[in-house]
């Protein structure tokens, strides 16, 4: 064709039709009269265990934990800021040691084995992903996440201390399940204790927190494992310190965020008033229920873990986990 008649080619206009059999709608409205919904409905009561009406046939169950999505939102950034460090340095312990292998391994006169510390820690901390959903699932996420706290930080100190390289290993396989749990149970602490709307932003917060924390500390690494005065022991000493204040501040500040809600309760449909559902939205002027609930106790929110264990999600989570692994595509990445 030539350019002249190139020229003279035009579009006047253009329609395009999409036909669609039936309406695509979901069942959370998210944007009530020009106010955002809180989805999913917070309680009025500062434990947790406030009880709608059963003439609409459903009702909060009576948990043994706090509503998490009543805490301040000064504590609540403050978790995301512990959680996400406890991630970073997690990752940091489990990769970061390949950033200066050639040292340790020369501490072990060439030992080839000493690569396994790396290969093997990094299957370790996919176990502790598949440990620990289960484990939190039926005895809450706050029990489980403070034991791999503290046991990260007991990694460490064993790793600095250890006195062959086969007790080097054995420490940092240990370290690397408890760093699985920022992998899988971190991230959903942060999106229990904040409302739909916000979720989408302080989890982008929590990933950046997690991926640049990570990158940075990798860089560093070296310059502590290869500085004479500290050596790759003080390595693990340093963050060892790191994941010790980690785990002291989890225990003070990161409180039980498992907590059972009813579907409606889920979808953001409201509290109830004089018989009616009344969503709840940013707007609406909140205030806790101090007269009929007993307030909320800073030493109570401290007890390891409330309530007891329903062992039973932990074998209905793995049912799940077991079925996802035979998806043709999850099967595929499992075999290569």
């Known amino acids: 064709m030539d350019t002249k008649g190139m020229e003279e080619l035009h579009i006047d206009h253009v329609e395009t039709c999409h036909t669609v059999n039936g309406s695509v709608t979901g069942n959370i409205k998210l944007i009530r009269d020009s106010e955002v919904v809180l989805v999913p409905t917070p309680t009025n009561d500062p434990n947790g265990k406030s009880v709608l009406s059963s003439t609409r046939g459903f009702s909060f169950p009576n948990n043994d934990h706090v509503d998490p999505l009543n805490l301040p939102v000064w504590q609540k950034y403050l978790i995301l ?83 062959s390289l086969e007790s080097h290993i054995a420490g940092r396989d ?81 409180k039980e965020t498992q907590y059972e809600r009813p579907l409606e309760a889920l979808r953001g449909e409201g509290i109830e008033s004089d018989g009616v559902l009344v969503p709840v939205t940013t707007n609406t002027k909140r205030v806790l229920d101090d007269v009929n609930y007993r307030p909320r106790s800073f030493l109570r929110d401290m007890a390891p873990w409330s309530g007891s264990a329903k062992w039973s999600r ?13 998806f043709p595509d999850v099967l595929w990445l499992i075999l290569l």
């Not at 901390?125 to 959903?133: F, H």
């Not at 932990?314 to 035979?326: D, L, R, S």
Request: net charge neutral; with cysteine; hydrophobic share 50%.
């Open 81 to 163: 800021l512990i959680v996400g460090t406890y991630a970073a340095t997690g990752n940091l312990m489990t990769s970061g040691l390949s950033a200066f292998l050639p040292a340790v391994k020369a501490s072990y006169n060439g030992d080839n084995k000493a690569n396994d510390l790396i290969t093997w820690p990094a299957f370790f901390m996919g176990v502790g992903n598949l440990l620990s959903i289960p484990i939190a699932s039926a005895v809450g996420r706050r029990p489980t996440y403070l034991v791999s706290t503290i046991l990260l930080a007991f990694g460490c100190l064993w790793c600095a201390k250890s006195e």
């Open 174 to 254: 240990i370290m690397s399940i408890a760093a699985g749990t920022a992998e899988a149970l971190c991230p959903i602490i942060v999106e229990e204790i904040f409302y739909l709307h916000e979720r989408a932003k302080v989890v982008a917060a929590y990933s950046s927190l997690q991926t640049v924390g990570t990158a940075a500390l990798i860089i560093a690494s070296p310059y502590i494992a290869s500085n004479p005065s500290l050596g790759w022991r003080w390595w693990y000493g340093i963050f060892g310190c790191v994941s010790g204040a980690v785990a002291v501040l989890s225990i003070i500040f990161v």
């Open 314 to 326: 932990a074998v209905e989570c793995c049912k799940q986990m077991g079925q996802v692994i035979f």
